[in-house]
């Protein structure tokens, strides 16, 4: 199997790469569904101004607006589109089941290729690194310059060093990249805050799915 990967920022884990790609990939679509509904979003009454922004934006139609917003979470299917969507930054996640969810992609990852790692290869493109998820049906600035590609045999490793790369340049200004520009500052959380994209690299290292050590070897 080759995983190809275009690498960029995620709404859920923060940093998508070749293991959110895998288990995503190699999932059906009750299994995305399945990963996705642990961190079906919640919306500040505070902050809501009941525009309407999140109804267009939800794929299910489970968005409903009174006063404020609601969610129906019998249809809620976790895509988290809404969040991006909300002008005031009124609908949230919860960061206890963003780490479960993280958590539970990087097992979905690891099952897909459990029997199977001397038979995979992973390509990860460091080109137009956006700040969300390719799967949103819009696009936005990159938040750092191309870098360019890298293979391995080893997913882990392979992140890492993507991760490393993206972090080890200077951001663009004027992306979503509020913070974090300089170099070895986390891009990932300069675009979302209260997510650690590093976290699936930690965890697919603790369950034995790859190593975080790594040797770029420049061709």
Same mark, same amino acid.
């Given at each position: 199997m080759i995983v190809i990967s275009h690498v960029k920022g995620h709404t859920l884990a923060?940093?998508?790469?070749?293991?959110k790609n895998l288990a995503m990939g190699c999932a059906s679509r009750q299994g995305k569904i399945d990963q996705?509904?642990?961190?079906?979003?919640?919306?500040?009454?505070?902050a809501c101004l009941a525009c309407n922004v999140c109804i267009d934006a939800c794929p299910e139609n489970a968005i409903t607006v009174d006063s404020?917003?609601?969610?129906?979470?019998?249809?809620?299917?976790?895509?988290?589109?809404?969040?991006?969507?909300?002008?005031?930054?009124?609908?949230?996640?919860?960061?206890?089941?963003?780490?479960?969810?993280?958590?539970? =992609?990087?097992? %979905?990852?690891?099952? $897909? &290729?459990?029997?199977?790692?001397?038979?995979?290869?992973?390509?990860?493109?460091?080109?137009?690194?956006a700040p969300d998820c390719d799967c949103n049906p819009f696009s936005d600035r990159p938040i750092v310059n191309d870098i360019g590609? =890298?293979?391995? %045999?080893?997913?882990? $490793? &392979?992140?890492q060093a993507s991760y490393d790369l993206i972090n080890n340049q200077i951001g663009i200004i004027d992306s979503a990249l509020t913070k974090n520009h300089a170099p070895g500052e986390d891009k990932f959380k300069g675009?979302?805050?209260?997510?650690?994209?590093?976290?699936?690299?930690?965890?697919?290292?603790?369950?034995?799915m790859g190593t975080k050590d790594y040797k770029l070897i420049k061709i």
């Amino acid at each position: 199997m080759i995983v190809i990967s275009h690498v960029k920022g995620h709404t859920l884990a923060g940093f998508g790469g070749a293991i959110k790609n895998l288990a995503m990939g190699c999932a059906s679509r009750q299994g995305k569904i399945d990963q996705h509904k642990i961190v079906a979003p919640f919306i500040s009454k505070i902050a809501c101004l009941a525009c309407n922004v999140c109804i267009d934006a939800c794929p299910e139609n489970a968005i409903t607006v009174d006063s404020i917003a609601h969610i129906d979470y019998e249809k809620c299917i976790g895509c988290n589109d809404c969040v991006g969507e909300c002008p005031k930054n009124a609908i949230k996640l919860n960061k206890i089941k963003s780490d479960e969810f993280i958590e539970g =992609l990087v097992e %979905y990852a690891y099952g $897909a &290729i459990e029997n199977k790692k001397d038979k995979t290869l992973y390509i990860n493109f460091l080109t137009n690194i956006a700040p969300d998820c390719d799967c949103n049906p819009f696009s936005d600035r990159p938040i750092v310059n191309d870098i360019g590609i =890298l293979a391995s %045999y080893d997913p882990v $490793a &392979i992140d890492q060093a993507s991760y490393d790369l993206i972090n080890n340049q200077i951001g663009i200004i004027d992306s979503a990249l509020t913070k974090n520009h300089a170099p070895g500052e986390d891009k990932f959380k300069g675009v979302w805050r209260n997510i650690d994209g590093q976290q699936q690299i930690e965890y697919a290292q603790k369950i034995n799915m790859g190593t975080k050590d790594y040797k770029l070897i420049k061709i």
